[in-house]
């Protein structure tokens, strides 16, 4: 039975054949990885390729993003003029999408602190990043490239700008996550959320798998005591 169900938003023709039949793929393969080592990936989702918007802007050194709204709700907004379509990038952005598209399926709560939010996004990254060398993939998208060779000193600098504001409900999402500012880099929360989980799989001995399934409260306990 498919469980990705993929839709390509191709009304203005913007995709070529060629380019369809890589998204086609790359769905399938990251459908087939997925379901090989979460064997909870046991029910249906849409997903859908379109053309960027103010809603969904690109990552602009990839071409590519991706947002779950829900479960079983994917979109990929990608934008050829600034990378050409990559097979690679597309498997690595489902991938990561799947990762929330999982936790929110099967784990009965939802980010609401800050802290919360980093670790969400950290086990995506960390599945995403699992995914490319599970299939002996390179790693060259610019953005998981960014997580893989934040320094130490990056990742103390943005925890003493942070730590205070872990488990606030209220933060500047776009600043902590995405833009950056003056104190922080760009995809600060990523990265933070990347190192954090990696920290996590080490002190404990779980798998990115089972970490999915792990309550955010357990992370905190293991990480802050």
């Not at 979109?75 to 690679?88: F, G, P, R, V």
């Not at 002190?203 to 999915?212: F, L, M, Y």
């Amino acid at each position: 039975m498919t469980k990705l169900h993929l839709h390509i938003a191709n009304a203005h023709h913007t995709f070529t054949t060629a380019e369809c039949a890589i998204f086609e793929r790359a769905a399938k393969q990251a459908e087939a990885f997925v379901s090989s080592i979460f064997a909870h990936f046991d029910y249906e989702v849409d997903l859908i390729v379109a053309t960027p918007s103010f809603l969904l802007p690109t990552i602009a050194e990839d071409g590519i993003s991706g947002r779950t709204y829900h479960s079983r709700l994917i979109i990929l907004s990608i934008d050829k003029q600034q990378h050409a379509i990559n097979e690679d990038f597309v498997f690595e952005t489902i991938c990561h999408e799947l990762s929330h598209s999982l936790r929110w399926e099967k784990v009965p709560e939802y980010a609401e602190t800050l802290f919360d939010g980093m670790i969400l996004e950290g086990l995506a990254v960390v599945l995403e990043e699992a995914a490319m060398a599970a299939t002996q993939r390179p790693t060259t998208q610019y953005f998981l490239n960014t997580m893989q060779q934040t320094s130490t000193e990056e990742i103390n600098g943005m925890i003493a700008t942070l730590k205070d504001t872990f488990d606030s409900m209220e933060y500047d999402y776009t600043r902590v996550f995405f833009t950056g500012d003056n104190t922080l880099p760009r995809w600060a929360g990523y990265r933070l959320g990347y190192y954090f989980v990696k920290q996590y799989l080490e002190k404990t001995n779980r798998t990115i798998v089972q970490a999915t399934e792990d309550q955010y409260q357990t992370f905190a306990k293991v990480l802050r005591n």
